[in-house]
């Protein structure tokens, strides 16, 4: 079985991050991730793995590493609170943002906007790293 492993950032909102700055003044302390390490859950027939949470960096970001088996991922959704990030490490999806279809192989970048309605398909038999 193939699989798709994509890394991407989940941004929160400039206001939610203002508030978090009120809130505490300490400096976050470094993050390091060894490869393979990480919080790993499944969702949708996806594997996730916590990479950096919102917490270590102060309310900033987000990142997780995704793998996506041919075929899958998510049915179209919106975040309201967070902008998304892919970074395609391995494999290729289909991205559609805003009913526009983006091919999305390995190097891609997109960054797509709260607010804003996508989805994502891996293509082709190889899993997706991002």
């Not at 793995?49 to 991922?73: D, H, M, R, Y």
């Not at 289909?94 to 891996?122: N, W």
């Amino acid at each position: 079985m193939a699989s798709l492993r994509c890394a991407g950032t989940l941004t929160r909102g400039r206001n939610e991050v203002e508030e978090d700055k009120h809130m505490s003044l300490e400096k976050p302390d470094a993050v390091y991730v060894p490869p393979g390490e990480g919080e790993t859950v499944w969702l949708l027939g996806d594997t996730y793995a916590l990479k950096i949470s919102g917490e270590q960096t102060g309310g900033a970001f987000t990142l997780l590493e995704a793998v996506v088996p041919p075929g899958g991922g998510p049915p179209p959704h919106i975040h309201h609170l967070e902008d998304d990030v892919f970074v395609i490490l391995e494999g290729e999806l289909l991205v559609t943002v805003a009913g526009r279809a983006l091919p999305a192989p390995v190097d891609t970048v997109i960054s797509v906007p709260k607010g804003t309605r996508h989805s994502y398909t891996v293509v082709g038999t190889t899993p997706v790293r991002m």
